[in-house]
T-cell receptor, first 116, second 115 residues
Framework: AQSVAQPEDQVNVAEGNPLTVKCTYS??????LFWYVQYPNRGLQFLLK??????LVKGSYGFEAEFNKSQTSFHLKKPSALVSDSALYFC??????????????FGSGTQLTVLP | GAGVSQSPSNKVTEKGKDVELRCDPI?????LYWYRQSLGQGLEFLIY????????KSGLPSDRFSAERTGGSVSTLTIQRTQQEDSAVYLC?????????????FGPGTRLTVL
């Protein structure tokens, strides 16, 4: 079985400060990892993904995420937060092996609020 | 290009009625997924289709839920005899293939309210 934990329901950060949204995962074998963002009354919007290779993945809107295999983590980061980054963020995982589930398993989401 | 579209955007129904939700995936995407997003349960997988293969229905919560995909494109999720606990946002996603590293792209969702 595969699972994702987002330990923080809410993260508040001041505009211009760096932000981190935490994610840890559990999956058999190697993972594919994804971050999505959801704005109010909208669907999920893809930000970035880790497949293999470089542990630091760069994505849309200045976001990046660092894959750490030993800590089974994939934290989302941004060097300088904007008020417009305020949204609900989801981490998701899918296993790498041929027997893994094809669907994504999502974390519970983290509400990011960037304060002006 | 056009993304995943879903209709209706909102649906209000009475308990016991049947509802149909529609998803139109990105052209050329062979995989199509349905998820449900509710306050208490987060994002749950319901079902996925991959090409002409039999769908994976392992996430459907009861036999009141069913889905079909016609011609490898448009999909309809049907909920029979709706219950209040079915109230949620139903999200559809598509990807080039099922599984692997392919990104799933989501539609805007259908908000279902069962009175």
């Amino acid at each position: 079985a595969q699972s994702v934990a987002q330990p923080e329901d809410q993260v508040n950060v001041a505009e211009g400060n760096p932000l981190t949204v935490k994610c840890t995962y559990s999956v058999s074998g190697n993972p594919y990892l994804f971050w999505y963002v959801q704005y109010p009354n909208r669907g999920l919007q893809f930000l970035l993904k880790y497949i293999t290779g470089d542990n630091l993945v760069k994505g849309s809107y200045g976001f990046e995420a660092e894959f750490n295999k030993s800590q089974t983590s994939f934290h989302l980061k941004k060097p300088s937060a904007l008020v417009s980054d305020s949204a609900l963020y989801f981490c998701a995982v899918r296993g790498f092996s041929s027997g893994s589930a094809r669907q994504l398993t999502f974390g519970s989401g983290t509400q990011l609020t960037v304060l002006p | 290009g056009a993304g995943v579209s879903q209709s209706p955007s909102n649906k209000v129904t009475e308990k016991g009625k049947d509802v149909e939700l529609r998803c139109d995936p990105i052209s050329g995407h062979t995989a199509l997924y349905w998820y449900r997003q509710s306050l208490g349960q987060g994002l749950e997988f319901l079902i996925y289709f991959q090409g002409n293969s039999a769908p994976d229905k392992s996430g459907l919560p009861s036999d009141r839920f069913s889905a079909e995909r016609t011609g490898g494109s448009v999909s309809t999720l049907t909920i029979q005899r709706t219950q209040q606990e079915d109230s949620a946002v139903y999200l559809c996603a598509s990807s080039i293939r099922a599984g692997g590293p392919d990104t799933q792209y989501f539609g805007p969702g259908t908000r279902l309210t069962v009175l």
